[in-house]
């Protein structure tokens, strides 16, 4: 078996709040909730599983990047605007308000309701592969 990546866990203040933010956000569903976990899966098989942290807790911000449709990022991003989410073409958050186009597609940064940075792609760093 080669090795794949199966799940993470994401730290969060409120993980159902997470969970739904996520699952709304980038149209996946909630799987369920097991133990302190509410887990959401993607289409390859990746699960991120929300944990609250303790309060006292500091969480570390983490950055998390979705490659994703075209006709996903549009509803994504329409959703990000609805909500009137900051976001930013770059990881610096410059271009506030605005997405790129590299590589030929689109992205956008936004953070999340624990303060993740989350990143959607429509093309691959690098570009499509031949």
């Not at 739904?20 to 509410?38: C, H, Q, R, Y």
């Not at 996903?72 to 605007?81: G, N, S």
């Not at 976001?87 to 958050?93: F, G, L």
Request: glycine share 10%.
């Amino acid at each position: 078996m080669s090795v794949q990546f199966n799940h993470t866990i994401v730290g969060c203040r409120d993980n159902r709040v997470s969970a739904e933010f996520w699952s709304d956000i980038l149209g996946l569903d909630i799987a369920g909730e097991w133990g302190p976990f509410v887990a959401v899966p993607t289409a390859n098989g990746v699960t991120f599983d929300f944990a609250n942290v303790p309060p006292d807790a500091e969480i570390p911000p983490q950055h998390y990047a979705f490659l994703i449709s075209e006709a996903e990022f549009d509803a994504a991003y329409a959703k990000i605007q609805r909500y009137r989410l900051e976001h930013w073409a770059d990881p610096h958050q410059r271009g506030v308000g605005e997405i790129n186009h590299n590589d030929g597609g689109r992205g956008v940064y936004f953070l999340d309701p624990s303060g993740h940075f989350m990143e959607i792609i429509t093309v691959p760093y690098g570009g499509v592969p031949a």
